[in-house]
């Protein structure tokens, strides 16, 4: 099980800390991504990391301004938002896959999403 968290409601050029801790299972092995979903729109791709290497992959959309990151000894995985603007108004979740990809069907497990508002 993954739990997401975090969100909130903050104004344009702020900042804020996702995480999505893993329960019940270890996610240690499991490639990390983030997704996100404005009301009204599909789902897109954020972010991911690597399991092993700590690669990470951006959307061009947020390269830059959004930082992933991991803790496998405490089973959690970050993403640090920086500059946020409306735009990045959505439902963050978190998900974990076997595949490194920015496919969100290829991802195995997903958390239950967490609202960030960002406010002009």
């Known amino acids: 099980q993954l739990q997401a968290s975090g969100g909130g409601l903050v104004q344009a050029g702020d900042s804020l800390r996702l995480s999505c801790a893993a329960s019940?299972?270890?996610?240690?092995?499991?490639?990390m991504g983030w997704f996100r979903q404005a009301p009204g729109k599909e789902r897109e791709f954020v972010s991911f990391i690597h399991w092993l290497s700590g690669r990470t992959s951006y959307a061009d959309s947020v390269k830059g301004r959004f930082t992933i990151s991991r803790d496998n000894a405490k089973n959690t995985v970050y993403l640090r938002m920086n500059s946020l603007e409306p735009v990045d108004t959505a439902l963050y979740y978190c998900?974990?896959?076997?595949?490194?990809?920015?496919?969100?069907?290829?991802?195995?497990?997903w958390g239950q999403g967490t609202q960030v508002t960002v406010s002009s």
């Open positions: 998900a974990a896959s076997t595949l490194e990809t920015r496919i969100g069907g290829l991802y195995n497990y």
């Open positions: 019940g299972r270890t996610v240690s092995r499991y490639h």
